[in-house]
């Protein structure tokens, strides 16, 4: 059980509570894309494919799913370097276009995508994460956000620790000793 996972120090968001609030994302994101011919959702691996999966299933209308995968830099050298390590498939100029993560953690990823893709024409660019860390100065706009959490080391869902944890079915926060060993 979750619940009792030795290296969960606390429950953030539980399977239910993620459950509900992605399904209203996907109204939402139903309801404002209606007029389109279809939507081309590209998550960011790894962490997106928990939630693009989860997302796009309660998405009843014509969408694309497509991934790119980045180094994780930005993350943890608070560099704001980031690096392509795996691109789209296929052009996205004039396409609707939403990018999908799991997290906004520096922001540093969320804002280097958005400038990438900008640059290569879409019809329209919106931003959507599962989770976005309270941290102050976080300056990136997120179009659909799912929750709002403590800065604390969070995984399930998707988000990880080494490639750990990534399909515990709620968002928790890992105990610290775990991490810091
Ligand atoms: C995580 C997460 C986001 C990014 C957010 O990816 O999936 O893509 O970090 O952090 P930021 O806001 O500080 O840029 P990570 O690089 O850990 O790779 P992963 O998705 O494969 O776990």
């Given amino acids: ?28 994101i139903s309801s404002d894309f209606r007029h389109v011919e279809r939507l081309y959702m590209i998550g960011i691996l790894k962490g997106a494919f928990i939630f693009l999966a989860d997302l796009t299933r309660e998405m009843h209308f014509p969408h694309v799913v497509d991934f790119m995968a980045l180094s994780s830099y930005g993350r943890t050298t608070e560099s704001g370097a980031v690096r ?3 691109d789209l498939r296929e052009p996205i100029d004039g396409q609707h276009v939403i990018i999908v993560e799991d997290i906004v953690d520096s922001g540093h990823t969320l804002s280097y995508l958005q400038r990438v893709l900008a640059g290569r024409n879409p019809a329209s660019l919106h931003t959507c994460a599962l989770v976005r860390k309270l941290r ?46």
């Fill in 84 to 86: 392509i390590l795996m």
């Fill in 1 to 28: 059980m979750t619940e009792n996972h030795p290296d969960l120090a606390r429950i953030l968001i539980t399977p239910e509570a993620i459950a509900a609030r992605v399904k209203e994302m996907a109204e939402q």
């Fill in 136 to 181: 102050p100065g976080l300056n990136v706009q997120v179009d659909y956000l799912g929750f709002d959490i403590p800065d604390v080391w969070v995984v399930g869902y998707g988000l990880d620790y080494a490639d750990l944890y990534r399909t515990l079915p709620c968002v928790a926060e890992l105990k610290k000793e775990v991490y810091s060993k």
